[in-house]
């Protein structure tokens, strides 16, 4: 167990519908990281939140977004789904100042039929 | 933040040392380098990181030249279970270590055959 935790595991739905993922970053950590991973694709990176703000942004698409709250989870919104946006998303949180870099979730597989 | 250039594919016997390297050759000085694991359908999971010449824990050895264009991440003695995606990244660290776009490239893909 890594400390963060991502729900749902699994997560099957038709397209145009929308779904809302859910991170809770390892204790202490507060920036929250989104990524997404296609089938044999490297992790794009989505979204950063830092302490509840925004702090930088990847490839986002505008059809999705997300928000980190006051107790520090994330949550990552994806709206009118599309077949291509069946992938795996991972949810990562660091602590400010340290050496161990980033601690991953083990993800949410979503499949859009 | 400092592109990486990874071999896409190494294939290694079991009970070999394996060695992949990684060019970085726009590293900026207040750069760490960072190198992760994966395994299929999980996250990538950290292994080491360093600054400058040899770092060492129980899983790994990161070796970096003077100039830190490059690293060297070092398994010992791989096994089967060693299988996986290995990812170099490059980033600054300090005080905005949480304002840093962490940039996946594709990894290098190490295969262990029995």
């Known amino acids: 167990d890594s400390g963060v935790t991502q729900t749902p595991k699994h997560l099957i739905t038709a397209t145009g519908q929308r779904v809302t993922l859910r991170c809770s970053p390892r204790?202490?950590?507060?920036?929250v990281y989104w990524y997404q991973q296609s089938l044999d694709q490297g992790l794009q990176f989505l979204i950063q939140?830092?302490?509840?703000?925004?702090?930088a942004k990847g490839n986002i698409l505008e059809r999705f977004s997300a928000q980190q709250f006051p107790d520090l989870h994330s949550e990552l919104n994806l709206s009118s789904l599309e077949l291509g946006d069946s992938a795996l998303y991972f949810c990562?949180?660091?602590?400010?100042?340290?050496?161990?870099?980033?601690?991953f979730g083990s993800g949410t597989r979503l499949t859009v039929v | 933040l400092a592109k990486t250039t990874q071999p896409i594919s190494m294939d290694s016997y079991e009970g070999q040392e394996v060695n992949i390297t990684c060019s970085h050759n726009?590293?900026?000085?207040?750069?760490?380098i960072t190198w992760y694991q994966q395994f299929p359908s999980q996250g990538p999971r950290f292994i080491i990181q360093?600054?400058?010449t040899k770092v060492t824990n129980e899983v790994a050895s990161l070796f970096i030249p003077a100039d830190r264009k490059s690293s060297t991440l070092s398994l010992p003695r791989v096994s089967l279970s060693d299988t996986a995606v290995y990812y170099c990244?490059?980033?600054?660290?300090?005080?905005?270590?949480?304002?840093?776009?962490?940039?996946f490239g594709t990894g290098t893909r190490l295969t262990i055959i029995p």
């Open positions: 990562a949180s660091s602590v400010v100042v340290g050496s161990y870099g980033y601690t």
């Open positions: 204790s202490g950590d507060l920036s």
């Open positions: 939140y830092y302490n509840g703000e925004e702090r």
């Open positions: 726009n590293i900026a000085t207040n750069d760490y």
């Open positions: 360093g600054y400058k």
């Open positions: 990244l490059v980033g600054d660290r300090g005080l905005n270590f949480g304002n840093e776009k962490l940039t």
